[in-house]
Structure formats: structure tokens, C-alpha cells
């Protein structure tokens, strides 16, 4: 049928986009000349673009897995999973502007609370596109393998969507401490990350 797309080919290309996009993040790390007569204190003074590097890395890397973990659970996909794929894939390419906004700008008086918002504006619109695709095959059985249930899917949809509360909260808290809420973003990438969907929904859930 016209409205079938391989899952293959959605992943393969989501996953070129995602590698393009995280190897772009480093690219911007870098010590100004003017600081190698002591550039171990230049490495140091990096700080702020290291942050933003982890944070973003670590957001890319929990869409990656949380993409594959879908993908692989369906039979294929429709149009507008498509769509919506690219939209996911319009924000992940677009992540290394906000993430050189906010490393540049973070020890700035004046622009530090605009960059970290923007940033976990960014950072909250990747994670409810991610979401957003996890229920929608959820609640249509055509589109999922056979075996695999609606409960599986939101399962895997826990590893990215209980982070949204506290990205909530945290441009909230961007507002009145810039700093913080830019190590607390940091936090929220490492658990969708390092921890299992199942105890990360459970973690999460029990401090919003």
C-alpha cells in the first residue's frame, strides 16, 4: 500500500542524521589562541561548552535508543509516523545551534538566561516528538509487530517521556538560576540514558 514505509529504510536514515548531529557537537569545542600561554587553564575555562557537549550528546544518544526501541517494534511505518520522523529529525539537527548558543553564552550576566532556555526548549521538543511517536504506534496495532502490545510500547515511550515534567520544571527554574538548571538538564539526559525505561518512569514520576 502507498501509505506502507519500510522501517528500515526510517531507521537507517534517522540514524545518519542522528550520527551527523552528535559528531557536530564537538566540533565546537575549542581553546581561543589567545589562551595557549596557559592552556591548561584555557582546557579548563571550557567548561561551559563541555556541559552543553555531555547534555546534548547524552539527549542524542536516549533518542537513539529510544528511536531504535520503537522502530524495531513495528511492522511499518504509515505517513504520518513519517512526518512526524522528520520533524524529530529537523530538531536533532538543529540541537548543535542552541547547545554552541548556551556554552558561549552561559557565563554571561546578560545572556545566560535566554540561552538556557532556549536550550531546554530545544531539549523538551525533541523529547515530546520522541514521545509523541511511541504512542502513536502504541495505539494502532496495525502498525506494531505481532506479539508486540500496546503496554511494550509505552514502556519504551517512559524512557524519554517522564523526562518532560522536569524539563517543565527546570525552564521554570532557568528563569531564576540559569546555572542550575543547566546542570539539571544535564541530569535528566543521564537518566534516560543510563537507567532502564521501566526505572526511570518510576523514579521520575515519585519527585513531579
Do not use: C, K
Not at 21 to 45: K, R, W, Y
Amino acid at each position: 500500500m502507498e501509505d506502507h514505509f519500510e522501517t528500515g529504510r526510517l531507521e537507517a536514515f534517522s540514524d545518519g542524521v542522528f550520527a551527523i548531529a552528535i559528531t557536530l557537537l564537538v566540533l565546537d569545542i575549542s581553546v581561543p589562541p589567545d589562551e595557549f600561554d596557559d592552556l591548561l587553564d584555557g582546557i579548563l575555562d571550557q567548561w561551559p561548552s563541555y556541559l552543553a557537549y555531555v547534555t546534548s550528546f547524552l539527549t542524542i544518544g536516549g533518542v537513539w535508543l529510544t528511536h531504535h526501541a520503537i522502530v524495531r517494534r513495528m511492522r511499518y511505518a504509515d505517513s504520518w509516523i513519517v512526518r512526524m520522523n522528520l520533524v524529530l529529525l529537523l530538531l536533532v539537527s538543529f540541537l548543535p545551534f542552541p547547545t554552541r548558543l548556551v556554552a558561549d553564552a552561559i557565563s554571561s550576566t546578560s545572556a545566560e538566561r535566554v540561552a538556557v532556555l532556549f536550550y531546554g526548549v530545544t531539549l523538551l521538543a525533541i523529547s515530546a516528538v520522541v514521545a509523541a511517536i511511541g504512542r502513536y504506534v502504541a495505539g494502532r496495532d496495525a502498525l506494531r509487530r505481532e506479539g508486540v502490545t500496546s503496554s511494550d510500547l509505552l514502556t519504551v515511550v517512559a524512557l524519554a517521556e517522564p523526562s518532560l515534567s522536569f524539563y517543565l520544571s527546570l525552564l521554570i527554574l532557568a528563569v531564576f538560576a540559569p546555572y542550575v538548571a543547566a546542570f539539571g538538564l544535564l541530569v535528566v539526559a543521564a537518566l534516560t540514558v543510563a537507567l532502564p525505561p521501566r526505572l526511570v518512569s518510576r523514579r521520575l514520576r515519585r519527585v513531579t
